[in-house]
Every structure is written in structure tokens, then in C-alpha cells.
DNA sequence: CGAGGTACCTGACAGC
DNA sequence: TGCTGTCAGGTACCTC
């Protein structure tokens, strides 16, 4: 999924093109991802005739407050990208009604759409179905416990690095890469960044936060902060299969240093970038810059 | 509490 | 060509 770059870049898209939009009707052929309610006939009254107020972002979730005090919660999770645009509908598949970039092929696997008052449409494209996507009273959303519990936003000004230890001090032992990924104790941070996240700090992924050095921790923090607002200010990644709202990629790929890079050379220092496997998932270092003692 | 596995799903790609 | 195995932006949940 996109992480915390691709989501604020789809909430930049979403502002400019969507805010003020009022429901019409929806569109689904997988109701499976509408998690609340669970009936998609309830979610499609309740959502019709309501009006965005205002798109913002927690975490990786999209959060649309409407009109009514409801609260429009979308989380794309592993291959969901929400596009603006619109489409028509032919032998059961939506496609683009215009060339451009919403034909670009990860645009393909619409399985949500919204229809606005002004005509267009906002659509959720997930080739794997994971995303998920609830309907709350806004009060009930900010009060429930799924979300009192997300970590600190990192690069809000309030984020400091009294905090960022406080925050990493949630956990008593775990390996770094796991614990920056772990979304109580910071918010935003997946896979693609966490990697480029220690490289930036020259910190092994495996390397237990028990032993870190204050001045690791102080690299950590600056990194985390640096890589994340160089990921915002770029779009985002895309040679996933994110997409801005528009369809059009983001512009993070050419500053990726570590995550995918397998065998291609460190730009700091020459050595091969090295996978390893824990936790399920893969985590990309230089063993040379990035040592584990 | 931490670590590891499973579950949710499907597509791309490598290797035989 | 077609089968099989691996891997993929997340996160909740379960067991040891």
C-alpha cells in the first residue's frame, strides 16, 4: 500500500478535485471491503446526499468528514489507490472514458465507485481487495479505540524528539525496522520507508531498539522525518502499483536507496544492498554502512 | 510482551 | 504454453 507519503499525496489529489462533492450513488462489485455497515444497501442510503466537508489524513487512513456528522473512513491498504475521473461501464468493466493517465493498467481493478453531484466519479482501484472502507458518526470514529490508539503523526511540528523516543519507548525490546513499522507507535510508516529510513540513519533493520545509541536515536529521528517529507514533497513512489488521484505516478522512485535494491550497489558507500527476511516481510540494508554491531 | 504464523486476495514474474 | 512457487505498499488476530 501506499504508506504515509502516497496517502497525504491522495489527499493533496482528493482536495483540489472532490471537496464540497456531494454523494449520488455507489457502485461496488466486491461489498466485501465496505466494513461499516456491512449491509452495502444501508451504506448506500446512509452515504447518499452527503456532503465532503473536508478530506484529511491518520495514519494510512483517508478520513472524509460529511455532512450530518458522519465520517467516510478508507483505508487502502496493500494495492488500493483512489482516482478521480470518469468511466463507463462495458461488458461489466469500468473503463476510462478519456485516454490519459487514469488507462494506465494498475487503473483497472475499480471495485468501488462514487458518484458525485457534478458528474465525476471517485473511484477505488485494489487488484488484491484488502482495502477497507467504513461509514461512522464522526464522534464515534474519533472516540473508538482503533483510533485513540494510532501513534503520533511524524511530521507534524509537534513531533519532537523527546517525543520520538517516547514513542519508541512503547516498546521495550523488538527489532528497529518492526517497531517503526508498528503503526501504534508511529503513524505512516510501511515497508518501502522504514528501509529508507535506516539506511538514511546507517542503522541496522534487525538491530534491537534496546541497544540504541542516543546518536542513533537522533539519526533515526531526523531520517524518519527527512525521508517521509522528501517522499511527500515527490508524490510519493510508484513503481508499485500507487497512483496519484489524477493516475499519474509520483516522482520518489529515482531517491530510493535501499528498499527493491538487491544487489545493486550502495550510492554511499559501493557495497551491495542486501535482503533479508524477518517478520514476514523483506527489509533492504547495506551490511557495510549499516552494521548490526 | 514479543515473535511468528495465518488471513484477507490477486497479479506479475521466474523457472522448469 | 502452462504449471508451480515466490513475492507484493498493511494490519488484525491468534498461539506459543
Given at each position: 500500500m501506499p504508506e504515509l507519503p502516497e496517502v497525504e499525496t491522495t489527499v493533496k489529489g482528493l482536495n483540489s478535485k472532490v471537496l464540497k462533492r456531494t454523494f449520488v450513488d455507489v457502485w461496488s462489485?466486491?461489498?466485501?471491503?465496505?466494513?461499516?455497515?456491512?449491509d452495502f444497501g444501508q451504506f448506500k442510503k446512509d452515504l447518499k446526499n452527503k456532503k465532503i466537508i473536508k478530506i484529511w489524513r491518520r495514519a494510512k487512513n483517508i478520513i472524509f468528514n460529511l455532512s450530518g456528522n458522519y465520517s467516510l473512513l478508507v483505508h487502502q491498504k496493500m494495492t488500493g489507490h483512489l482516482l478521480v475521473g470518469e468511466w463507463e461501464q462495458k461488458d461489466g468493466k469500468w473503463l476510462p472514458q478519456k485516454q490519459g493517465p487514469l488507462n494506465d493498467p494498475y487503473n483497472r481493478f475499480l471495485h468501488l465507485i462514487f458518484f458525485l453531484d457534478n458528474g465525476n466519479m471517485m473511484a477505488l482501484s485494489d487488484a488484491r481487495k484488502f482495502a477497507k472502507v467504513e461509514l461512522w458518526k464522526t464522534n464515534d470514529l474519533l472516540g473508538s479505540e482503533d483510533f485513540k490508539k494510532i501513534g503520533p503523526e511524524p511530521l507534524e511540528k509537534s513531533f519532537t524528539f523527546i517525543k520520538f523516543k517516547e514513542a519508541l519507548g512503547k516498546k521495550k525490546s523488538g527489532r528497529i525496522k518492526q517497531v517503526l513499522m508498528n503503526p501504534e507507535v508511529i503513524a505512516g510508516i510501511g515497508n518501502i520507508y522504514s528501509s529508507e529510513i535506516l539506511w538514511q540513519a546507517k542503522v541496522h533493520p534487525e538491530k534491537s531498539i534496546a541497544k540504541l545509541s542516543e546518536e542513533e536515536l537522533e539519526l533515526l529521528y531526523q531520517a524518519t522525518k527527512k525521508v517521509l517529507a522528501l517522499g511527500v514533497k515527490l508524490g510519493g513512489e510508484s513503481f508499485s502499483d500507487y497512483r496519484k488521484p489524477d493516475g499519474s505516478k509520483g516522482d520518489f522512485d529515482a531517491e530510493r536507496k535501499a528498499y527493491k535494491r538487491e544487489g545493486q550497489k550502495c550510492s554511499r558507500c559501493g557495497t551491495k544492498i542486501k535482503r533479508i527476511k524477518f517478520g514476514g516481510r523483506s527489509a533492504f540494508f547495506c551490511p557495510s554502512c549499516q552494521p548490526f554491531d
Open positions: 462489485d466486491w461489498p466485501k471491503l465496505i466494513k461499516k455497515p456491512k
